[in-house]
């Protein structure tokens, strides 16, 4: 059964920072592209960041651009993203999505056939 489990989320004022650490299990993720979408309460789900298979090509919302990174360990079957200057917008249910056939990243999250269970980020002002 894969699954993938996102950690790190949590309370934090403006201007901090959060890691957040998606650690898959059941299947090897290495050729296939991973990302982090989010979600906040009467919104649809937003792209945030997505990287390819291997890690060597990524893409961030322009929303997020210059502030959150996205990483991969690929011999860890884990991806990460990296939050810094937190804004109260940023306030959202996080998720971790993986393509099943994929090597490049997509922005829509109908292309992601995995997803994790979503952890809260709340930034306060």
């Known amino acids: 059964q894969v699954q993938l489990v996102e950690s790190g989320g949590g309370l934090v004022q403006a201007g901090g920072s959060l890691r957040l650490s998606c650690a898959a299990s059941?299947?090897?993720?290495?050729?296939?592209?991973m990302g982090w979408f989010r979600q906040a309460p009467g919104k649809g789900r937003e792209f945030v960041a997505a990287?390819?298979?291997?890690?060597?090509?990524?893409n961030v919302a322009d929303s997020v651009k210059g502030r959150f990174t996205i990483s991969r360990d690929t011999a860890k079957n884990t991806v990460y993203l990296q939050m810094n200057s937190l804004k109260p917008e940023d306030t959202a249910a996080y998720y971790c999505?993986?393509?099943?056939?994929?090597?490049?990243?997509?922005?829509?999250?109908?292309?992601?056939?995995?997803w994790g269970q979503g952890t809260q980020i709340t930034v306060s002002s």
């Open positions: 999505a993986a393509r099943g056939r994929d090597y490049y990243t997509s922005g829509r999250p109908q292309d992601y056939d995995y």
């Open positions: 059941g299947r090897t993720f290495v050729n296939n592209a």
């Open positions: 990287i390819t298979g291997g890690g060597r090509i990524t």
